[in-house]
């Protein structure tokens, strides 16, 4: 028989059974293994979804951060080159503002060897962008495990986009910077160019180069790129027509110094300068001091007058040749009949030449010389700058002073005797030469100077040179409402084996001056060792192969420089100006035929 006993908990405290939460124990049974495994797979994958989610969460912060809020901050090592400007070195410009010299960002081409995972087949894709490179080199290199090779510098945007393209671990860009001379050939021997690094080599870039690196303005140069095109443009010509080995030529502002032109050839393109040969890069204009003849006839007879110790109306022997020190002094056509200063000048007489020197003496004629700046290396803004070959005192005698006379036994730059040329012009004021751009107040800087030779003694210069052009041996050189005068030169070579002068090669050569009644620029070409031609039958004299290159050269920039041409009357007035310091006497007796060509007759020679 059973037995009833009370409930330990009180109807009124009983819970109802709640399914799946709480469950009687005694209704719990054991899991299987394969329900415990299942249990445990549920339980990480919760968690690692979990996980999952919290990664996402931030990864996607992040890259809303960077492309959202900090755009532009961090741009991958790829990219940089592409929109990084890293140009510091300074333009370098003619007086116009025309670019000669630039700088342009570029992008180089690294390996970080180390991050590489294939480096053969990185090495044939690259290869693929940029075919030249020599593909076994560039596996060895990229498998040399270094942190740091470099494959190309100065990329090409285009390059830089298809290597990119390529997606390569371990290649980097970095920005660099290359030079760029957009006028090519023109200038090359002025601005000069640099190495690979934008180091200054030569030039303007190697004269200037810390100022080149450390200020941002550009360096204005005096060219003007318009008249360095036609004075190239005219030597080229003349170089091809006489078969001449190289040239050189100027333009100079009389009134500033300034050197509008400076033409070498043969020249070379400085963005290529490593291909160039050594007599290419050679500058004549600057660098190569010559024996520059008949042109010093001006230096020569301006002294005679200036000192006195020669009137216009002096005459001289010119019949015979001069012996003395053991050589001839001669001149290559004899006239037959003694000349007068005037007539000396006009045919260019080196006895007649030789005779005023003797009575200047050796002294006055070096102290002349020096206050020209014919003996001392000249002030100008080039490393490339030849000291002139100068005559010690001690060997200053009589035979070098007679030589001298006419260009020979003293050698120079085109340079020295432009400036020296100008300063005659200027009614004796020192003219000095620069390449750059000048101010106003610069310009006017150095007139103030003591004049090295008397107004009057200058008046006369330009009547003569006038004379030469018009009479001379310059007819070719002659402008029609430009009033040019000058003078020519040509002088035998020196043999660099037997130290003899060679009859067979010279230097040929003329300084012009227009317009001569207000002188303003000096115009300057010169021939190394050209060759006569039927044309000019068989001669190749100043006369005839510089002379005509100055008549082109001043017909084509006159525009430019805004002179406008003097009508035919006014021509002719200005001209009787320019000769009237000569005096009626020396105009009436000058006994030239016009209908013959002195420019043939000319030559400067010593035997």
């Not at 109807?11 to 709480?22: C, E």
């Not at 979804?49 to 901050?73: D, H, P, Q, R």
């Not at 060679?502 to 021939?527: I, T």
Request: proline share 5%; net charge negative; aromatic share 6%.
């Amino acid at each position: 028989m059973s037995v009833w006993r009370p409930s330990k908990h009180p109807a009124s405290s009983r819970q109802p059974t709640l399914p799946r939460l709480f469950k009687p124990t005694t209704s719990r049974r054991l899991a299987t293994p394969h329900e415990q495994a299942l249990d445990v797979a549920r339980g990480r994958l919760i968690v690692a979804s979990i996980l999952f989610a919290i990664a996402f969460t931030v990864i996607a912060g992040k890259v809303a951060y960077l492309t959202l809020l900090n755009e532009g901050s961090e741009t991958p090592i790829a990219q940089q080159p592409l929109n990084e400007s890293t140009a510091s070195r300074a333009d370098i410009t003619d007086r116009n503002g025309i670019v000669l010299a630039t700088s342009l960002p570029t992008s180089s081409l690294f390996a970080d060897t180390k991050g590489m995972i294939n480096p053969d087949d990185a090495a044939q894709q690259v290869i693929t962008v940029l075919p030249d490179l020599d593909v076994n080199k560039l596996k060895t290199e990229l498998h040399s495990g270094k942190r740091y090779v470099q494959i190309r510098r100065h990329l090409s945007p285009k390059q830089c986009y298809e290597v990119n393209k390529l997606g390569i671990a371990g290649l980097e860009f970095r920005p660099d910077e290359h030079r760029i001379y957009p006028e090519g050939n023109i200038a090359a021997h002025v601005v000069g160019y640099t190495d690979i690094d934008n180091n200054g080599l030569a030039g303007i870039e190697k004269q200037f180069d810390s100022r080149l690196e450390e200020e941002p303005d550009a360096i204005a140069l005096s060219l003007d790129v318009r008249l360095q095109d036609i004075m190239r443009r005219e030597l080229i010509s003349s170089v091809d027509q006489f078969h001449a080995i190289g040239a050189a030529g100027l333009i100079m502002d009389i009134k500033t110094g300034e050197i509008l032109s400076l033409v070498s050839l043969p020249d070379f393109d400085p963005q290529h300068a490593g291909e160039a040969g050594n007599d290419n890069r050679f500058n004549r204009a600057t660098l190569g001091v010559y024996e520059m003849g008949s042109t010093f006839k001006i230096f020569n007879t301006a002294l005679a007058l200036d000192t006195g110790v020669v009137k216009m109306n002096d005459s001289f022997d010119t019949v015979h040749a001069i012996e003395i020190g053991g050589q001839k002094i001669r001149d290559f056509e004899y006239e037959n009949r003694w000349l007068n200063v005037a007539e000396i000048f006009t045919h260019s007489s080196n006895i007649g030449a030789a005779h005023m020197a003797e009575r200047i003496g050796a002294a006055k004629q070096r102290a002349f010389l020096s206050s020209l700046g014919l003996t001392q290396k000249a002030a100008l803004e080039l490393p490339e700058v030849g000291a002139p070959l100068v005559p010690s005192v001690r060997d200053w005698g009589l035979t070098t002073t007679m030589t001298v006379a006419f260009g020979h036994g003293i050698a120079v730059n085109t340079i020295q005797l432009a400036s020296a040329v100008a300063t005659i012009m200027n009614d004796g004021k020192p003219v000095h030469p620069t390449l750059l751009k000048l101010s106003e107040q610069q310009a006017n800087a150095a007139k103030d100077e003591k004049p090295v030779i008397s107004a009057r003694t200058a008046a006369n210069m330009r009547a003569l040179m006038r004379l030469v052009v018009t009479h001379g041996t310059a007819k070719g050189a002659d402008v029609a409402g430009y009033l040019l005068g000058g003078k020519t030169g040509t002088a035998d070579k020196l043999s660099a084996t037997t130290h003899r002068y060679e009859g067979n090669a010279r230097l040929s050569s003329f300084v012009g001056v227009f317009p001569l009644n207000a002188p303003r620029y000096v115009v300057f070409a010169m021939l190394d060792d050209p060759k006569g031609n039927a044309k000019t039958n068989g001669f190749a004299t100043g006369g005839l192969t510089a002379a005509p290159v100055v008549r082109r050269v001043v017909t084509d920039m006159a525009p430019l420089v805004n002179l406008a041409p003097l009508p035919p009357e006014r021509e002719e007035s200005a001209e009787r100006q320019i000769l009237k310091p000569l005096g009626a006497q020396i105009l009436d007796g000058l006994p030239v035929d016009e209908g013959s060509s002195y420019a043939s007759a000319e030559a400067d020679t010593v035997e």
